[in-house]
């Protein structure tokens, strides 16, 4: 089956499209992706760099992992929003965020990793009191 995935950042300046399916779909705890994301992990979905097509002016920012492989994030470059990401140890390939997906039918994650920096606030206890929308809430009422 080849789908094609349509995506795009927060104010829309960047979309992508990208042929699948992917290769594989991880959820990644380690502390950039937690700083990336601002929360306990990034979700992403694993393609061959050719099969997706991206438009959009995005920023980039390279750090060195821990197995000493150069690795780069690309956010669109005015809303910020993560829109991918790439590692010299598997080139050719290209990453995308799932939350950046229009949708995502048909994918969830096969597989978590660093689990290890996984904080204890990323997995919620039951009776965590969910709403299905925006409640009216406010503080100090
Ligand atoms: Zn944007
Ligand atoms: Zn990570």
């Not at 920012?61 to 809303?79: L, N, P, W």
């Not at 910020?80 to 990453?95: A, K, V």
Request: net charge negative; with cysteine; charged share 25%.
């Amino acid at each position: 089956m080849n789908n094609k995935y349509t995506g795009k950042c927060l104010c829309g300046a960047v979309t992508y499209v990208a042929s699948g399916p992917p290769i594989i779909v991880a959820q990644c705890h380690c502390e950039e992706c937690r700083r990336l994301s601002g929360t306990g992990h990034t979700v992403g979905a694993m393609f061959l760099s050719d099969s997706v097509v991206l438009s959009g002016k995005l920023n980039e920012f390279k750090y060195m992992s821990e197995k000493a492989s150069e690795v780069t994030k690309a956010f669109c470059a005015s809303c910020g929003s993560p829109i991918y990401g790439t590692n010299t140890r598997t080139p050719d390939h290209l990453t995308l965020t799932l939350g950046t997906m229009d949708d995502a039918t048909g994918l969830k994650v096969e597989v978590v990793i660093f689990e290890r920096d996984r904080p204890h606030w990323d997995q919620l206890d039951e009776d965590v009191t969910s709403f299905r929308t925006q409640p009216d809430w406010k503080p100090h009422e």
